[in-house]
């Protein structure tokens, strides 16, 4: 059988394919600097065969690996970003590792080696058993901040492909049809003049204080915007030291909405208070788009064959020092933080898991028309194929994605044994998609019934560049 040739490689390297993401969750480098961790899972490829073009859409820590020719072509996807200041030990309680140090918070780590492993098992299946067609890894950097499957997008990485997988980790096995929100990330950079802010402050144009009436003018905003929005922002610079008006100042700002054309609606109406803000102290404004993403387009046929196969395949087992670690972890999270995190995810009777460590179930897909109110660049891509993502329970119920929880346990024993079970999940899925045209033609028809008429059109500019400089200003 061609998916249990595929399972079976999976089960006879899980030894390597969990120090490959063990390895990505020591490096814990940020989006766009993921320089070893995308070498490691670009050059495990190439050990098995696949060709690696490096460097793509102007990131270099973007690549794509791809096995065999022709249609159909089959696409897995793959993230390796860590989030700043999360660094955390492999213990059940809150110790950092490394002070001031990024860490696996969302589980990029198992992301990037869950992708990679069901790649090359797909390949071995397909090889061993005459499958035509191609499979395709996208090595996608920077999903947490700059959104590299964007640029991805943008610059025709993704074309040609008819079905695109990817795994994510995450407290339940969640199969869910639910949209996220679209979002633009936007940095506003306030110009004034500096002089001594004792002796002469009527010199000065404090670009400081374009920065707090502009986040005053949004707070009252958010009144006026629709439920599922969402706006957010930091201060990344308010000036060197209290006795110099601040000649420069900075906010960045994501704001979310359902729809694109939501989400235009209250930016344009922030960019107006922006502008506001300059006038009232006398201080230029620049914005800098860090580009936006869609919300998603779910696949209840691409879905449906997920279901189908984490059932075949069935959830993993897991050891005594598996349960005892997440019973550790479960201690730190309050039966209010579980209660609103199961909530949260709609799932149909999801009050039964309120008793329970670990999600030991496989639902049906749910949450239809509904939306989460994160963003995913996934969702760029699932406009051009259909595509979906999905998650396994990788850390104890109720745990938060980005905690320091989050990061101790996508390093030990339930994450490993999600990666295993997701990377065999893909494999399968990718399989079956290969294998059966009616299943390929089925989701491909209820994609383009889903985009309908709406156009995608990417929310950066031809020219916009990834920030790679990012993390040095
Ligand atoms: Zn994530």
Known sequence: MDKECALDWIEKNN??????????WEFAELGLIEFKSSVLLADELAKHGFKVD??????????VATWGEGKPVIGIMGEYDALPRLSQKKVPWKETLDLGSPGHGCGHNIHGASGMAAAVAIKEAMEKHRIRGT??????PAEENFSGKVFMVRDGIFSGVDAVISHHPDNMNDVSLMGCL???SVKFHFHGKASHAGASPEQGRSALDAVELMNIGVNYLREHVIQDARIHYII???GDQPNIVPSYARS???VRAPEVNQLDFIYNWILDI??????????????ESFG??????PNRTVTELIIKNMREIGLPKYSDEDLKFAEEIAKTITPEMKIAELKKSKRPGWQRLVDKLVDDEIPDPWGEGEVTHGSTDVADVSWQAPTVEFSTATWVLGTPAHSWQAVAQNGVGIGHKSLIFAAKVMAATAIDLLTRSDALNKAKEEHKQRIGNKKYRALIRPDDKPPLDVWEK
């Open 292 to 297: 936006g993403i869609y919300k998603i387009v």
């Open 236 to 238: 990344e610079k308010g």
């Open 135 to 140: 499979v395709k890894f996208f090595g996608c």
């Open 182 to 184: 679209a979002v633009n």
């Open 15 to 24: 030894g390597l394919i969990i120090e490959i993401s063990d390895k990505v």
């Open 54 to 63: 490096r460097g793509v859409a102007g990131m270099p820590t973007a690549f």
């Open 252 to 254: 960045w700002y994501y």
């Open 274 to 287: 922006a502008k506001g803000a300059a006038i009232m102290t006398r201080t230029e404004m620049k914005t």
